[in-house]
């Protein structure tokens, strides 16, 4: 069965405090593994996607990596405006898309 | 402006009354998405469409209907609501495999 399972559930920095949230998946035939941005009250917004093991893509202060089982998003000297809640998801095989039930990301000024 | 867009917004009724949920999206993709969102479960798939006249079932399909008559609407459909459906849902749509662009979402309540 298609799993996802993110961790930690919540995690609070300090403003420059640099850290990593991690994926960990199982899917039958990886057609990618994206990740989202959710603020309050309002529908995930896309930041990457990642298609094969091995591959980066970086955007701000944020890159995220894959690896066969996991990926992790790597959050570099965060600001407060980087507060929110990270979703990881795949789609497998059968088109069909999984979320993990996210990341909720705290970061103090 | 490429968007999805949902509609209504906000939504309270009574358990048994059926309703529909219009989600439209300006963009000419193929794949649209409906999901529900609960405190501590995520984001979960409930119907999705690979194109016009192709839906299949996510992961929380029952008591739910989807129809893609038009490539831009994918109406979500419940003939007889009941509390456990009550929840956040947003629609979302996207090229084929690849990102995927979300509504503002619908907040429903079921009485």
């Known amino acids: 069965e298609d799993q996802v399972t993110q961790s930690p559930e919540a995690l609070r920095l300090q403003e420059g405090e640099s850290s990593s949230l991690n994926c960990s998946y199982t899917v039958s035939g990886l057609r990618g593994l994206f990740w989202y941005r959710q603020d309050p009250g309002k529908g995930p917004e896309f930041l990457f996607t990642?298609?094969?093991a091995g591959e980066e893509k970086e955007k701000e202060r944020l890159k995220a990596t894959l690896t066969k089982k996991e990926s992790f998003l790597h959050i570099t000297a965060p600001k407060p405006e980087d507060s929110a809640t990270y979703l990881c998801?795949?789609?497998?095989?059968?088109?069909?898309?999984?979320f993990g039930a996210g990341t909720r990301l705290f970061v103090k000024a | 402006e490429a968007q999805v867009t949902q509609n209504p917004r906000y939504l309270i009724t009574v358990t048994g009354k059926k309703l529909t949920v219009t989600c439209s999206q300006n963009m000419n993709h193929e794949y649209m998405s409906w999901y529900r969102q609960d405190p501590g479960l995520g984001l979960r798939q409930i119907y999705y469409s690979m194109n016009v006249e192709v839906t299949d079932k996510g992961d929380v399909p029952e008591g739910y209907k989807v129809s893609r008559k038009e490539k831009r609407n994918f109406p979500l459909i419940l003939e007889s609501p009941s509390p456990n459906q009550t929840s956040l849902y947003f629609c979302a749509s996207s090229l084929s495999i690849g990102e995927q662009f979300f509504g503002p979402g619908t907040r429903l309540t079921v009485l």
């Open positions: 990642l298609y094969s």
């Open positions: 998801a795949v789609q497998g095989g059968g088109f069909k898309t999984i």
